[in-house]
Protein backbone atom coordinates (compact mmCIF):
# COMPACT_ATOMS: atom_id res chain seq x y z
CA UNK A 1 0.00 0.00 0.00
CA UNK A 2 1.27 3.19 -0.59
CA UNK A 3 1.61 6.41 1.72
CA UNK A 4 -0.75 8.34 -0.09
CA UNK A 5 -3.55 5.60 0.90
CA UNK A 6 -2.77 4.97 4.43
CA UNK A 7 -5.52 5.85 7.37
CA UNK A 8 -4.45 8.03 10.11
CA UNK A 9 -2.03 6.35 12.73
CA UNK A 10 -2.86 6.21 16.35
CA UNK A 11 -0.53 9.02 16.96
CA UNK A 12 -1.93 10.85 14.53
CA UNK A 13 -5.77 10.92 16.30
CA UNK A 14 -4.16 11.47 19.60
CA UNK A 15 -2.15 14.74 18.72
CA UNK A 16 -5.24 15.54 16.56
CA UNK A 17 -7.57 15.67 19.19
CA UNK A 18 -5.30 17.19 21.83
CA UNK A 19 -4.58 20.15 19.26
CA UNK A 20 -8.69 20.32 18.77
CA UNK A 21 -9.03 20.10 22.75
CA UNK A 22 -6.55 23.17 23.49
CA UNK A 23 -8.04 25.15 20.69
CA UNK A 24 -11.55 24.71 22.22
CA UNK A 25 -10.16 25.43 25.83
CA UNK A 26 -9.09 28.82 24.60
CA UNK A 27 -12.43 30.23 22.34
CA UNK A 28 -14.50 28.81 25.38
CA UNK A 29 -11.75 30.96 28.26
CA UNK A 30 -12.01 33.24 25.71
CA UNK A 31 -15.95 33.51 25.77
CA UNK A 32 -16.17 32.73 29.29
CA UNK A 33 -14.09 36.27 29.67
CA UNK A 34 -16.16 37.54 27.00
CA UNK A 35 -19.21 36.98 28.85
CA UNK A 36 -17.84 38.02 32.58
CA UNK A 37 -17.24 41.46 31.16
CA UNK A 38 -20.46 41.82 29.38
CA UNK A 39 -22.08 41.08 32.92
CA UNK A 40 -19.89 43.29 35.11
CA UNK A 41 -20.69 46.03 32.25
CA UNK A 42 -24.42 45.87 32.61
CA UNK A 43 -24.39 45.65 36.16
CA UNK A 44 -22.16 48.67 36.00
CA UNK A 45 -24.63 50.44 33.97
CA UNK A 46 -27.74 48.99 36.39
CA UNK A 47 -26.04 50.74 38.94
CA UNK A 48 -25.39 54.11 37.50
CA UNK A 49 -28.67 54.31 36.64
CA UNK A 50 -30.12 53.67 40.07
CA UNK A 51 -27.27 56.23 41.57
CA UNK A 52 -28.54 59.05 38.79
CA UNK A 53 -32.25 57.97 39.45
CA UNK A 54 -31.61 58.44 43.03
CA UNK A 55 -30.09 61.81 42.59
CA UNK A 56 -31.98 63.21 40.15
CA UNK A 57 -35.14 62.51 42.78
CA UNK A 58 -33.28 64.54 45.29
CA UNK A 59 -32.53 67.26 42.98
CA UNK A 60 -36.58 67.32 41.91
CA UNK A 61 -37.29 67.56 45.76
CA UNK A 62 -37.63 71.56 47.51
CA UNK A 63 -34.48 72.78 49.38
CA UNK A 64 -36.42 72.13 53.08
CA UNK A 65 -37.85 68.68 51.98
CA UNK A 66 -34.32 67.31 51.25
CA UNK A 67 -33.21 65.09 54.17
CA UNK A 68 -33.30 61.46 55.06
CA UNK A 69 -35.69 59.47 57.36
CA UNK A 70 -34.26 59.64 60.81
CA UNK A 71 -31.18 61.97 59.62
CA UNK A 72 -29.84 65.18 60.64
CA UNK A 73 -31.56 67.36 58.39
CA UNK A 74 -34.47 64.95 58.41
CA UNK A 75 -36.64 64.21 55.21
CA UNK A 76 -38.97 61.74 53.72
CA UNK A 77 -35.94 60.25 51.65
CA UNK A 78 -34.81 56.49 53.08
CA UNK A 79 -31.14 56.21 54.03
CA UNK A 80 -31.26 52.77 52.84
CA UNK A 81 -33.45 51.03 50.22
CA UNK A 82 -32.94 47.89 47.75
CA UNK A 83 -33.45 47.23 44.00
CA UNK A 84 -32.99 43.78 41.94
CA UNK A 85 -32.75 43.91 38.41
CA UNK A 86 -31.60 40.91 36.37
CA UNK A 87 -31.13 38.97 39.18
CA UNK A 88 -28.96 41.25 41.19
CA UNK A 89 -29.48 43.07 44.39
CA UNK A 90 -28.36 46.34 44.53
CA UNK A 91 -28.01 48.53 47.42
CA UNK A 92 -28.88 52.12 47.69
CA UNK A 93 -27.81 54.33 50.06
CA UNK A 94 -28.77 57.96 49.66
CA UNK A 95 -26.48 60.41 53.04
CA UNK A 96 -27.24 64.11 53.07
CA UNK A 97 -25.87 66.59 55.31
CA UNK A 98 -25.49 70.09 56.22
CA UNK A 99 -21.90 71.69 54.74
CA UNK A 100 -20.00 74.85 56.06
CA UNK A 101 -19.02 76.75 53.24
CA UNK A 102 -15.00 77.82 53.62
CA UNK A 103 -16.38 81.12 52.16
CA UNK A 104 -17.85 83.00 55.31
CA UNK A 105 -15.74 80.90 57.52
CA UNK A 106 -16.33 77.09 58.93
CA UNK A 107 -17.17 76.80 62.24
CA UNK A 108 -16.04 79.33 65.23
CA UNK A 109 -15.16 81.40 62.22
CA UNK A 110 -18.01 81.56 60.48
CA UNK A 111 -18.34 85.72 59.98
CA UNK A 112 -22.23 85.50 60.35
CA UNK A 113 -22.28 82.62 62.77
CA UNK A 114 -24.81 80.25 60.31
CA UNK A 115 -22.78 76.50 59.71
CA UNK A 116 -25.59 75.28 57.46
CA UNK A 117 -24.32 76.96 54.37
CA UNK A 118 -25.78 74.48 52.33
CA UNK A 119 -26.93 70.54 52.24
CA UNK A 120 -24.37 67.94 50.49
CA UNK A 121 -25.95 64.89 49.31
CA UNK A 122 -24.17 61.44 48.25
CA UNK A 123 -25.10 58.26 46.68
CA UNK A 124 -23.92 55.03 46.82
CA UNK A 125 -24.97 51.91 45.08
CA UNK A 126 -23.11 48.73 45.95
CA UNK A 127 -23.59 45.21 44.22
CA UNK A 128 -21.51 41.72 44.55
CA UNK A 129 -21.12 39.68 41.04
CA UNK A 130 -18.65 36.99 41.09
CA UNK A 131 -17.67 37.16 44.63
CA UNK A 132 -16.58 40.91 43.74
CA UNK A 133 -17.74 44.21 45.61
CA UNK A 134 -18.54 46.76 43.58
CA UNK A 135 -19.94 50.54 44.15
CA UNK A 136 -21.35 53.60 41.82
CA UNK A 137 -20.98 56.63 44.01
CA UNK A 138 -22.74 60.01 42.87
CA UNK A 139 -22.32 63.30 44.84
CA UNK A 140 -24.04 66.42 44.88
CA UNK A 141 -24.41 70.16 46.72
CA UNK A 142 -28.22 71.34 47.37
CA UNK A 143 -27.93 75.50 47.65
CA UNK A 144 -31.15 77.43 49.23
CA UNK A 145 -32.69 79.75 47.33
CA UNK A 146 -32.37 82.52 49.09
CA UNK A 147 -30.00 83.77 51.49
CA UNK A 148 -28.93 81.23 54.02
CA UNK A 149 -30.22 81.23 57.04
CA UNK A 150 -29.84 79.32 60.62
CA UNK A 151 -31.70 75.85 61.40
CA UNK A 152 -32.66 77.33 64.78
CA UNK A 153 -30.17 74.09 66.18
CA UNK A 154 -26.93 73.70 67.14
CA UNK A 155 -23.92 71.87 65.98
CA UNK A 156 -22.42 68.07 66.93
CA UNK A 157 -19.09 67.46 66.83
CA UNK A 158 -17.75 63.54 67.32
CA UNK A 159 -14.19 62.69 68.03
CA UNK A 160 -13.03 59.45 67.46
CA UNK A 161 -9.77 58.57 69.07
CA UNK A 162 -7.44 55.54 69.54
CA UNK A 163 -5.88 54.53 72.85
CA UNK A 164 -3.47 57.03 72.42
CA UNK A 165 -5.66 60.18 72.06
CA UNK A 166 -4.74 59.65 67.77
CA UNK A 167 -7.80 60.78 66.39
CA UNK A 168 -9.17 57.62 63.74
CA UNK A 169 -11.08 57.90 60.48
CA UNK A 170 -13.25 55.69 59.16
CA UNK A 171 -15.40 54.60 62.48
CA UNK A 172 -18.59 54.37 62.27
CA UNK A 173 -20.74 56.72 64.19
CA UNK A 174 -24.31 56.22 64.96
CA UNK A 175 -26.98 59.04 66.45
CA UNK A 176 -30.37 58.08 67.70
CA UNK A 177 -32.85 60.40 69.12
CA UNK A 178 -36.35 58.85 69.82
CA UNK A 179 -37.32 61.85 71.88
CA UNK A 180 -37.46 64.01 68.22
CA UNK A 181 -40.16 64.35 65.73
CA UNK A 182 -39.16 62.72 63.61
CA UNK A 183 -36.86 61.03 65.10
CA UNK A 184 -32.89 60.64 64.59
CA UNK A 185 -31.59 57.86 63.56
CA UNK A 186 -28.44 58.81 61.52
CA UNK A 187 -25.06 56.77 60.55
CA UNK A 188 -22.14 58.59 59.58
CA UNK A 189 -18.19 58.42 59.92
CA UNK A 190 -15.41 59.80 61.21
CA UNK A 191 -13.22 61.92 58.78
CA UNK A 192 -9.47 61.49 58.11
CA UNK A 193 -8.70 63.55 61.39
CA UNK A 194 -11.42 61.66 63.18
CA UNK A 195 -13.73 63.79 63.12
CA UNK A 196 -17.67 63.61 62.13
CA UNK A 197 -19.40 67.25 62.51
CA UNK A 198 -23.13 67.11 62.27
CA UNK A 199 -24.66 70.78 61.67
CA UNK A 200 -27.97 71.43 61.94
CA UNK A 201 -29.25 69.42 64.57
CA UNK A 202 -32.40 70.00 66.47
CA UNK A 203 -31.98 71.30 69.70
CA UNK A 204 -32.58 68.39 72.57
CA UNK A 205 -30.61 66.84 75.56
CA UNK A 206 -31.82 62.64 74.54
CA UNK A 207 -28.84 62.57 71.95
CA UNK A 208 -27.06 58.85 71.87
CA UNK A 209 -24.53 58.27 70.22
CA UNK A 210 -22.78 54.77 69.48
CA UNK A 211 -18.96 54.74 67.72
CA UNK A 212 -17.96 50.95 66.32
CA UNK A 213 -15.44 49.68 63.59
CA UNK A 214 -14.90 45.97 62.42
CA UNK A 215 -12.21 44.55 65.00
CA UNK A 216 -12.43 47.66 67.20
CA UNK A 217 -13.53 48.45 70.81
CA UNK A 218 -16.63 50.70 70.83
CA UNK A 219 -17.96 53.55 73.01
CA UNK A 220 -21.03 54.85 73.70
CA UNK A 221 -23.42 57.39 75.48
CA UNK A 222 -25.34 55.89 78.39
CA UNK A 223 -28.93 56.44 79.91
CA UNK A 224 -29.76 57.77 83.15
CA UNK A 225 -31.40 55.12 84.46
CA UNK A 226 -30.97 52.68 87.70
CA UNK A 227 -28.69 51.85 88.56
CA UNK A 228 -26.74 54.10 86.36
CA UNK A 229 -28.15 57.97 87.74
CA UNK A 230 -24.86 59.12 86.54
CA UNK A 231 -23.96 57.84 83.65
CA UNK A 232 -20.76 58.49 81.92
CA UNK A 233 -20.98 59.62 79.45
CA UNK A 234 -24.37 60.45 79.09
CA UNK A 235 -26.63 61.48 76.28
CA UNK A 236 -25.32 65.01 74.49
CA UNK A 237 -27.48 68.02 74.81
CA UNK A 238 -27.28 70.22 71.46
CA UNK A 239 -28.63 74.09 72.79
CA UNK A 240 -29.64 76.45 69.82
CA UNK A 241 -26.48 77.54 67.93
CA UNK A 242 -23.37 76.35 69.84
CA UNK A 243 -21.66 73.36 69.12
CA UNK A 244 -21.64 69.99 71.66
CA UNK A 245 -18.36 68.23 71.36
CA UNK A 246 -17.54 64.83 72.67
CA UNK A 247 -14.90 62.19 72.59
CA UNK A 248 -15.10 58.94 71.77
CA UNK A 249 -11.66 56.29 72.09
CA UNK A 250 -11.73 52.60 70.77
CA UNK A 251 -9.18 50.54 69.42
CA UNK A 252 -8.19 46.99 68.30
CA UNK A 253 -9.46 44.46 70.39
CA UNK A 254 -7.48 42.29 72.66
CA UNK A 255 -7.21 38.64 73.70
CA UNK A 256 -7.00 36.91 76.83
CA UNK A 257 -6.38 33.09 77.43
CA UNK A 258 -6.83 32.20 80.66
CA UNK A 259 -5.45 28.20 81.04
CA UNK A 260 -6.43 26.15 84.07
CA UNK A 261 -4.00 23.62 85.64
CA UNK A 262 -3.56 21.91 88.84
CA UNK A 263 -0.46 22.18 91.12
CA UNK A 264 2.52 19.69 90.09
CA UNK A 265 2.35 16.50 92.30
CA UNK A 266 4.88 13.68 93.81
CA UNK A 267 3.09 10.17 93.08
CA UNK A 268 4.23 6.65 93.34
CA UNK A 269 4.52 3.57 91.46
CA UNK A 270 4.33 0.65 94.04
CA UNK A 271 3.73 -2.90 93.92
CA UNK A 272 3.73 -5.14 97.14
CA UNK A 273 3.32 -8.17 95.08
CA UNK A 274 -0.28 -9.12 95.81
CA UNK A 275 -0.15 -10.51 92.24
CA UNK A 276 1.78 -10.51 89.34
CA UNK A 277 -0.70 -8.01 87.41
CA UNK A 278 2.28 -5.61 87.93
CA UNK A 279 5.17 -7.58 86.36
CA UNK A 280 5.51 -7.87 82.55
CA UNK A 281 7.55 -10.15 82.56
CA UNK A 282 8.94 -13.13 85.22
CA UNK A 283 11.69 -15.91 84.24
CA UNK A 284 12.24 -18.53 87.16
CA UNK A 285 10.54 -16.23 89.80
CA UNK A 286 6.96 -16.46 91.31
CA UNK A 287 4.92 -14.26 93.35
CA UNK A 288 3.69 -16.26 96.60
CA UNK A 289 2.45 -14.72 99.82
CA UNK A 290 2.97 -11.27 99.19
CA UNK A 291 6.68 -11.62 97.86
CA UNK A 292 8.55 -11.80 94.71
CA UNK A 293 10.47 -14.96 95.14
CA UNK A 294 12.46 -17.35 92.84
CA UNK A 295 10.18 -20.52 91.68
CA UNK A 296 9.62 -23.71 93.10
CA UNK A 297 11.24 -27.08 92.29
CA UNK A 298 10.43 -30.35 92.49
CA UNK A 299 11.73 -31.91 95.48
CA UNK A 300 14.11 -32.75 96.83
CA UNK A 301 15.23 -28.80 95.34
CA UNK A 302 13.27 -26.60 96.55
CA UNK A 303 13.93 -23.21 94.45
CA UNK A 304 15.51 -22.17 91.14
CA UNK A 305 19.10 -21.23 91.20
CA UNK A 306 18.54 -17.33 89.41
CA UNK A 307 15.53 -15.79 87.94
CA UNK A 308 14.50 -12.21 87.05
CA UNK A 309 11.27 -10.35 86.92
CA UNK A 310 10.48 -6.74 85.41
CA UNK A 311 7.84 -4.24 85.90
CA UNK A 312 5.34 -2.77 83.79
CA UNK A 313 6.53 0.35 81.72
CA UNK A 314 6.01 3.26 84.21
CA UNK A 315 4.63 6.29 81.76
CA UNK A 316 3.66 9.06 84.04
CA UNK A 317 1.88 11.97 82.21
CA UNK A 318 3.44 15.40 82.56
CA UNK A 319 6.57 13.95 84.00
CA UNK A 320 8.40 16.63 85.85
CA UNK A 321 10.85 13.94 87.11
CA UNK A 322 12.00 10.82 88.61
CA UNK A 323 12.48 10.60 92.25
CA UNK A 324 13.21 7.58 94.89
CA UNK A 325 13.62 4.08 94.11
CA UNK A 326 12.85 2.13 97.08
CA UNK A 327 12.53 -1.53 97.89
CA UNK A 328 12.13 -4.20 100.41
CA UNK A 329 14.70 -6.70 100.53
CA UNK A 330 15.46 -10.35 102.34
CA UNK A 331 18.46 -12.17 101.58
CA UNK A 332 19.28 -15.29 103.90
CA UNK A 333 22.46 -16.82 103.99
CA UNK A 334 24.34 -17.77 100.29
CA UNK A 335 21.09 -15.51 98.44
CA UNK A 336 21.45 -12.21 96.56
CA UNK A 337 18.72 -10.03 95.63
CA UNK A 338 19.50 -6.56 93.77
CA UNK A 339 16.96 -4.25 91.63
CA UNK A 340 17.88 -2.86 88.41
CA UNK A 341 16.36 0.33 86.71
CA UNK A 342 15.70 -0.52 82.60
CA UNK A 343 14.44 1.90 80.17
CA UNK A 344 10.01 1.41 79.21
CA UNK A 345 11.94 -1.19 76.74
CA UNK A 346 13.09 -3.22 79.31
CA UNK A 347 17.45 -2.35 78.38
CA UNK A 348 19.50 -1.44 81.90
CA UNK A 349 20.09 2.35 82.47
CA UNK A 350 24.01 2.74 81.38
CA UNK A 351 26.13 3.29 84.93
CA UNK A 352 27.46 6.67 83.31
CA UNK A 353 23.85 7.91 83.94
CA UNK A 354 22.89 5.43 86.79
CA UNK A 355 26.28 4.82 89.03
CA UNK A 356 26.22 1.20 90.08
CA UNK A 357 22.89 0.31 88.00
CA UNK A 358 24.38 -2.70 85.97
CA UNK A 359 25.40 -4.63 89.34
CA UNK A 360 21.84 -3.50 90.56
CA UNK A 361 21.32 -2.14 93.76
CA UNK A 362 20.56 -3.92 97.04
CA UNK A 363 20.62 -0.42 99.44
CA UNK A 364 17.85 1.88 99.35
CA UNK A 365 16.92 4.33 98.95
CA UNK A 366 18.41 5.51 95.60
CA UNK A 367 17.90 8.81 93.75
CA UNK A 368 16.59 8.69 90.22
CA UNK A 369 16.39 13.02 90.00
CA UNK A 370 19.74 12.56 88.09
CA UNK A 371 17.48 11.07 84.90
CA UNK A 372 16.47 13.51 82.41
CA UNK A 373 13.15 13.01 82.02
CA UNK A 374 13.40 13.78 77.69
CA UNK A 375 15.87 10.66 77.74
CA UNK A 376 13.58 8.94 79.83
CA UNK A 377 10.39 8.94 79.60
CA UNK A 378 9.41 5.69 80.74
CA UNK A 379 11.16 3.26 83.02
CA UNK A 380 10.70 -0.40 84.38
CA UNK A 381 12.09 -1.78 87.80
CA UNK A 382 14.17 -5.12 87.22
CA UNK A 383 14.42 -7.65 89.67
CA UNK A 384 17.45 -10.31 89.97
CA UNK A 385 17.38 -13.21 92.24
CA UNK A 386 19.48 -16.10 92.97
CA UNK A 387 20.81 -18.95 95.72
CA UNK A 388 23.32 -21.11 96.13
CA UNK A 389 21.35 -23.09 98.50
CA UNK A 390 18.44 -24.64 96.84
CA UNK A 391 16.25 -25.10 100.10
CA UNK A 392 16.07 -21.17 100.30
CA UNK A 393 15.45 -18.37 98.45
CA UNK A 394 15.91 -14.43 98.52
CA UNK A 395 12.68 -12.39 98.42
CA UNK A 396 11.21 -8.75 97.65
CA UNK A 397 7.97 -7.95 99.78
CA UNK A 398 7.56 -4.29 97.95
CA UNK A 399 9.49 -2.04 95.32
CA UNK A 400 8.99 1.19 94.70
CA UNK A 401 9.66 4.52 92.35
CA UNK A 402 7.77 8.25 92.76
CA UNK A 403 7.80 11.01 90.55
CA UNK A 404 6.39 14.52 90.01
CA UNK A 405 4.06 15.45 86.99
CA UNK A 406 2.32 18.21 86.71
CA UNK A 407 0.71 20.99 86.06
CA UNK A 408 -2.06 18.88 84.69
CA UNK A 409 -5.15 21.11 83.06
CA UNK A 410 -7.97 21.19 85.68
CA UNK A 411 -11.20 21.79 83.36
CA UNK A 412 -14.42 24.08 84.00
CA UNK A 413 -12.56 26.72 86.69
CA UNK A 414 -15.35 29.23 86.79
CA UNK A 415 -14.26 32.99 86.34
CA UNK A 416 -15.03 36.63 86.27
CA UNK A 417 -13.12 39.26 84.92
CA UNK A 418 -14.01 43.17 85.49
CA UNK A 419 -12.35 45.82 83.62
CA UNK A 420 -11.73 49.24 84.92
CA UNK A 421 -13.45 51.48 82.70
CA UNK A 422 -16.79 52.78 84.33
CA UNK A 423 -19.65 53.83 82.47
CA UNK A 424 -21.11 55.94 85.53
CA UNK A 425 -21.79 55.53 89.48
CA UNK A 426 -25.40 54.02 90.85
CA UNK A 427 -27.07 55.79 93.79
CA UNK A 428 -24.83 55.17 96.15
CA UNK A 429 -21.77 56.86 94.18
CA UNK A 430 -20.44 53.23 93.60
CA UNK A 431 -18.17 52.68 90.24
CA UNK A 432 -20.56 50.37 87.39
CA UNK A 433 -17.92 49.27 85.44
CA UNK A 434 -18.38 48.75 81.76
CA UNK A 435 -16.84 45.16 80.82
CA UNK A 436 -17.50 42.24 83.24
CA UNK A 437 -17.09 39.11 82.00
CA UNK A 438 -18.07 35.81 83.73
CA UNK A 439 -17.10 32.15 81.86
CA UNK A 440 -15.40 28.94 82.63
CA UNK A 441 -12.41 27.39 81.18
CA UNK A 442 -14.35 24.48 79.89
CA UNK A 443 -13.43 20.98 79.19
CA UNK A 444 -10.56 22.01 77.70
CA UNK A 445 -9.35 23.59 80.42
CA UNK A 446 -8.60 27.25 78.42
CA UNK A 447 -10.76 29.64 77.83
CA UNK A 448 -10.09 32.70 74.54
CA UNK A 449 -12.11 35.69 75.47
CA UNK A 450 -11.80 38.93 72.86
CA UNK A 451 -12.12 42.50 74.76
CA UNK A 452 -11.18 46.13 74.59
CA UNK A 453 -7.85 47.63 75.82
CA UNK A 454 -8.18 47.72 79.47
CA UNK A 455 -7.03 46.11 82.98
CA UNK A 456 -9.02 43.34 84.36
CA UNK A 457 -9.40 41.92 87.84
CA UNK A 458 -9.98 38.17 87.96
CA UNK A 459 -11.65 36.47 90.26
CA UNK A 460 -12.52 32.55 90.84
CA UNK A 461 -14.93 32.40 93.30
CA UNK A 462 -14.55 29.07 95.41
CA UNK A 463 -11.35 28.03 93.38
CA UNK A 464 -8.44 28.21 95.56
CA UNK A 465 -5.60 30.06 93.15
CA UNK A 466 -1.92 29.46 93.86
CA UNK A 467 -0.10 30.77 91.20
CA UNK A 468 -1.62 33.14 88.37
CA UNK A 469 1.41 33.89 85.06
CA UNK A 470 0.84 36.29 84.06
CA UNK A 471 0.81 38.29 87.47
CA UNK A 472 -3.11 39.68 87.66
CA UNK A 473 -4.56 42.27 87.13
CA UNK A 474 -4.03 41.79 83.75
CA UNK A 475 -3.42 44.70 81.85
CA UNK A 476 -4.76 44.66 78.01
CA UNK A 477 -3.12 46.83 75.02
CA UNK A 478 -4.65 47.15 71.94
CA UNK A 479 -4.10 44.25 69.36
CA UNK A 480 -2.02 41.85 71.50
CA UNK A 481 -2.61 38.11 72.56
CA UNK A 482 -1.92 37.39 76.69
CA UNK A 483 -1.87 34.33 77.44
CA UNK A 484 -1.83 33.66 81.57
CA UNK A 485 -1.27 29.97 83.38
CA UNK A 486 -3.63 29.50 86.72
CA UNK A 487 -3.06 26.61 89.06
CA UNK A 488 -5.36 25.82 91.17
CA UNK A 489 -5.82 23.72 94.61
CA UNK A 490 -6.16 23.48 97.87
CA UNK A 491 -2.97 23.79 99.90
CA UNK A 492 -2.28 20.79 101.81
CA UNK A 493 -0.79 20.77 105.43
CA UNK A 494 2.84 21.77 104.55
CA UNK A 495 4.23 23.62 101.46
CA UNK A 496 6.78 25.06 99.84
CA UNK A 497 6.62 28.01 97.11
CA UNK A 498 9.83 28.68 95.19
CA UNK A 499 11.29 31.82 93.37
CA UNK A 500 14.00 31.52 91.20
CA UNK A 501 15.67 34.64 90.05
CA UNK A 502 19.27 35.63 88.35
CA UNK A 503 21.44 37.61 90.45
CA UNK A 504 19.28 41.18 88.78
CA UNK A 505 16.55 40.02 90.14
CA UNK A 506 15.09 38.74 86.75
CA UNK A 507 12.71 35.70 87.03
CA UNK A 508 14.14 31.97 84.93
CA UNK A 509 11.28 30.31 83.40
CA UNK A 510 11.66 26.48 82.83
CA UNK A 511 14.67 26.03 85.86
CA UNK A 512 14.79 22.54 87.37
CA UNK A 513 14.26 22.75 91.09
CA UNK A 514 14.26 19.33 92.89
CA UNK A 515 13.66 19.29 96.50
CA UNK A 516 15.16 16.19 98.80
CA UNK A 517 15.18 14.91 102.17
CA UNK A 518 15.58 10.96 103.19
CA UNK A 519 13.23 9.02 101.48
CA UNK A 520 11.78 12.18 99.14
CA UNK A 521 12.86 13.35 96.47
CA UNK A 522 10.57 15.93 93.63
CA UNK A 523 11.16 17.64 90.89
CA UNK A 524 9.12 20.78 89.43
CA UNK A 525 10.01 23.15 86.49
CA UNK A 526 9.53 26.84 87.28
CA UNK A 527 6.63 28.43 85.32
CA UNK A 528 7.41 31.12 82.90
CA UNK A 529 6.96 33.64 85.99
CA UNK A 530 9.93 31.56 87.98
CA UNK A 531 7.55 30.05 90.49
CA UNK A 532 7.52 26.27 91.34
CA UNK A 533 5.24 25.23 93.99
CA UNK A 534 5.56 21.86 95.86
CA UNK A 535 2.73 20.55 98.15
CA UNK A 536 2.20 17.27 100.36
CA UNK A 537 5.37 17.86 101.89
CA UNK A 538 5.55 16.57 105.51
CA UNK A 539 6.64 18.90 108.01
CA UNK A 540 10.95 18.67 107.90
CA UNK A 541 14.29 20.09 106.70
CA UNK A 542 14.52 19.74 103.11
CA UNK A 543 17.90 20.83 100.54
CA UNK A 544 16.70 22.95 97.08
CA UNK A 545 18.91 22.08 93.98
CA UNK A 546 18.19 24.76 91.74
CA UNK A 547 19.80 24.42 87.87
CA UNK A 548 19.10 26.22 84.23
CA UNK A 549 21.11 26.40 80.99
CA UNK A 550 23.47 29.12 81.13
CA UNK A 551 23.82 29.28 85.09
CA UNK A 552 25.34 27.49 87.74
CA UNK A 553 23.59 24.90 89.74
CA UNK A 554 23.34 26.29 93.13
CA UNK A 555 22.24 23.97 96.29
CA UNK A 556 20.35 25.81 99.62
CA UNK A 557 21.11 23.26 102.77
CA UNK A 558 18.34 23.26 105.63
CA UNK A 559 14.95 24.87 103.90
CA UNK A 560 12.41 24.33 106.88
CA UNK A 561 8.79 23.55 105.59
CA UNK A 562 6.62 23.48 108.63
CA UNK A 563 2.75 24.49 107.09
CA UNK A 564 2.62 27.23 104.46
CA UNK A 565 5.90 27.98 104.41
CA UNK A 566 7.45 31.25 103.17
CA UNK A 567 8.39 31.25 99.14
CA UNK A 568 12.30 30.53 99.35
CA UNK A 569 14.07 32.94 96.70
CA UNK A 570 16.89 31.17 94.67
CA UNK A 571 19.21 33.10 92.82
CA UNK A 572 21.52 31.57 89.84
CA UNK A 573 24.74 33.01 88.94
Known amino acids: MSRSTRGFGLIDVIVGTALMLVLFMALFGVLRASLTLSTLAKAK????????????????????????????????????????????????????????????????????????????????????????????????????????????????????????GAGMSGATVHIVNTALTPSVDFTTFSNATGFSVIDGA?????????????????????????????????????????????????????????????????????????????????????????????????????????????????????LDGWGILDA?????????????????????????????????????????????????????????????????????????????????PLPNIAFTLTGAKTIGTDANNAPLYKTIVSDTTGAAATKTETLEWDVYTPSFGSSPLIESCTAAPYQLMPGTATTTALIFGTPTTNTLPVVVTTTAGDTIPNAKVVLTTGGYAATVPTSSCGFAYFSGLASSTYALTVSAPGHATTTVANVSVTGHAAATTVILP
Open 328 to 408: SLTTPPGTTAVVRVDDGAGTPIPDAVLPGNSTGFSTFPVSLTGLATSSYPQLSLEALLSTNATTTAPTISSWSLSHTEGPL
Open 202 to 318: ATSSQYQVFVSRSGYSSAQTYARVSPNVNPNPGYLTIAKNQTTGATFAIDKLATLTLASFSPAVTTMFTDAFASSANLASMNQTQVSGGTLTLASQPAPIGYALSGSARSISISPSG
Open 45 to 164: AAATELASSQMEYLHGLSYDAIGTVGGIPAGTVAQNATSTIDGISYGIRTYIVYADDPADGVGINDTNGITTDYKMGKVTVSYSIYGLTKSVVLASNFVPPGIEAATNGGTLSIHVVDAT
